[in-house]
């Protein structure tokens, strides 16, 4: 079959149209919606999926291995009887939170903080408010392209580290951390300067909820650095803004892209969404 595909943005996102992930894709198929994923510079967007939590994990294993999310700081979000499954979600039942509400409000690539950061990761709009909830996406290769020659000699080869304890006392600061996940999850450097694996594109590689400081350098010298990076990867030449639909499974490439929840749909009505996360191999 052939897939009917739209461009959403210059830079960043490519539409996927009148398919459902659970049938139409034999392998051709899926090879040409994996093709068209990472020529659009790392975000598909699927519309009108209908999806169980078996279809979702399904689909998403198709991407790679699965990174298991028991033990974490956020298994109290998880799908009972789907681990794989992280809820994302302003609903409560019972007193209890169904999800995680605010996840993601900082410009990130998903857990970057591991040794093996996130390939890829998959969340699906099962409940989507009527407005606000967007998320927004920064092309992360378009944004390392624009920088001058100069800048760029001088921060390839650096590396930054990640630290989840910088987490705890931001994006996690009203969430149970435990010590055993901080010991599991140790600061960790990586390159600031990725070379995207399959593409062999160059990537700046950031995130703000993690990254401390570039190595060798103090916080103090290092913030000047990141502060301009993160402000020119987010200009908004390199950045799509999602607007959530019912149905809506999007795709996006950890390695390439960076991404902002925008919490401002607070009162306006439920949010529910799956989010499945595709181990990476170490940036290099």
Same mark, same amino acid.
């Given at each position: 079959?052939?897939?009917?595909m739209r461009r959403l943005n210059p830079v960043i996102g490519t539409e996927i149209s009148g398919i459902q992930v659970t049938r139409d894709l034999?392998?051709?198929?899926?090879?040409?919606?994996?093709?068209?994923?990472?020529?659009?510079?790392?975000?598909?967007?699927?519309?009108?999926?209908?999806?169980?939590?078996?279809?979702?994990?399904?689909?998403?294993?198709?991407?790679?291995?699965?990174?298991?999310?028991?033990?974490?700081?956020?298994?109290?979000?998880?799908?009972?009887?789907?681990?794989?499954?992280?809820?994302?979600?302003?609903?409560?039942?019972?007193?209890?939170?169904?999800?995680?509400?605010?996840?993601?409000?900082?410009?990130?690539?998903?857990?970057?903080?591991?040794?093996?950061?996130?390939?890829?990761?998959?969340?699906?709009?099962?409940?989507?408010?009527?407005?606000?909830?967007?998320?927004?996406? @920064? @092309?992360?290769?378009? @944004?390392? +392209?624009?920088?001058?020659?100069?800048?760029?000699?001088?921060?390839?080869?650096?590396?930054?580290?990640? +630290?989840?304890?910088? @987490?705890?006392?931001?994006?996690?600061?009203?969430?149970?951390?435990?010590?055993?996940?901080?010991?599991?999850?140790?600061?960790?450097?990586?390159?600031?300067?990725?070379?995207?694996?399959?593409?062999?594109?160059?990537?700046?590689?950031?995130?703000?909820?993690?990254?401390?400081?570039?190595?060798?350098?103090?916080?103090?010298?290092?913030?000047?650095?990141? +502060?301009?990076?993160?402000?020119?990867?987010?200009?908004?030449?390199?950045?799509?803004?999602?607007?959530?639909?019912?149905?809506?499974?999007?795709?996006?490439?950890?390695?390439?892209?960076?991404?902002?929840?925008?919490?401002?749909?607070?009162?306006?009505?439920?949010?529910?969404?799956?989010?499945?996360?595709?181990?990476?191999?170490?940036?290099?």
């Open positions: 079959m052939t897939l009917s034999g392998d051709n198929a899926f090879g040409e919606l994996y093709q068209a994923w990472l020529d659009s510079g790392g975000l598909l967007v699927l519309r009108d999926q209908e999806l169980e939590p078996e279809d979702q994990i399904a689909f998403s294993q198709r991407f790679g291995e699965l990174d298991p999310l028991k033990g974490q700081t956020v298994e109290p979000y998880l799908l009972p009887g789907h681990p794989e499954i992280y809820r994302v979600s302003n609903k409560v039942k019972d007193g209890q939170k169904l999800g995680r509400q605010r996840a993601g409000t900082y410009w990130h690539s998903d857990n970057s903080h591991k040794e093996r950061a996130a390939k890829c990761s998959l969340l699906y709009g099962i409940e989507v408010p009527p407005y606000g909830g967007d998320t927004q996406f @920064a @092309a992360m290769t378009r @944004a390392w +392209d624009e920088l001058s020659p100069t800048f760029q000699k001088m921060i390839e080869g650096l590396r930054c580290v990640h +630290d989840f304890e910088k @987490a705890k006392s931001g994006s996690f600061k009203n969430e149970t951390v435990t010590d055993s996940h901080l010991n599991a999850t140790p600061a960790i450097s990586h390159p600031l300067v990725r070379t995207h694996p399959e593409t062999g594109r160059k990537c700046l590689f950031l995130n703000a909820g993690v990254v401390t400081h570039i190595e060798g350098m103090s916080v103090e010298e290092s913030q000047p650095i990141l +502060d301009y990076l993160y402000r020119h990867c987010t200009r908004p030449e390199f950045v799509y803004r999602h607007q959530w639909r019912k149905g809506d499974l999007l795709v996006w490439d950890n390695r390439s892209t960076m991404h902002y929840a925008v919490a401002d749909y607070d009162g306006v009505g439920d949010r529910y969404m799956h989010r499945t996360t595709v181990f990476g191999d170490r940036p290099v």
